[in-house]
């Protein structure tokens, strides 16, 4: 039976795998990154550092990695909110689990995987807001120089992320905080006319 905590259920595993793949792209996963340019003979950027093309050198795995002049030195260290976002949304879909177990389910799940939605939200929108302005200006400066830059498969997947987020967040908030539990109605209430 396909109800609304199974759907916000399966919507928040999604938003989690997209975080995941995004937080392990480049310089774990070559085929995820940010942004690619074909500076010092192709660069490809990620959560976690950077690669180069020809050589498949990396740089050591850490957040807030430097590659100067075109990244702003300061900024990668906020990537460490896609691992918070992803630890929330993670959070959010253990909470769910009571739910599919009870016969009348109680109501602090809903409550905790509002907040919880609502937090990893946030967080995820933060870190793309962050992502974009950073390789953006660094996709410029790039080209500026006469190099080629583009965006990446990661920087759409977080989009998606953020996307879903934002629904199950708004699906939560507004099911929990005006009664609806998800739905017009709680599973244990039967009508009869």
């Given at each position: ?84 976002a992803a630890g929330l949304t993670l959070l959010g879909a ?100």
């Open positions: 039976m396909c109800n609304a905590t199974f759907l916000m259920f399966l919507a928040t595993l999604a938003a989690l795998a997209l975080l995941v793949l995004v937080i392990f792209s480049q310089p774990f996963i070559h085929v995820f990154y940010f942004l690619r340019t074909s500076a010092a003979g192709g660069v490809q950027f990620g959560v976690l550092g950077y690669c180069y093309g020809l050589t498949a050198v990396c740089s050591q795995k850490k957040f807030g990695y430097q590659f100067k002049p075109e990244l702003l030195s300061s900024l990668p260290i906020a990537f460490v909110l896609y691992p918070v253990v909470v769910l689990l009571p739910l599919f177990f009870s016969r009348r389910p109680p109501r602090w799940p809903y409550v905790a995987f509002g907040v919880l939605s609502t937090l990893a939200f946030l967080a995820a929108a933060a870190a793309f807001a962050i992502t974009m302005w950073l390789f953006t200006v660094a996709r410029d400066r790039f080209r500026t120089e006469g190099f080629t830059a583009d965006y990446g498969p990661s920087t759409w997947m977080a989009l998606a992320a953020v996307v879903l987020l934002l629904l199950v967040a708004l699906n939560a908030g507004c099911g929990t905080c005006l009664g609806g539990r998800f739905g017009r109605q709680a599973r244990h209430l039967a009508y009869t006319y």
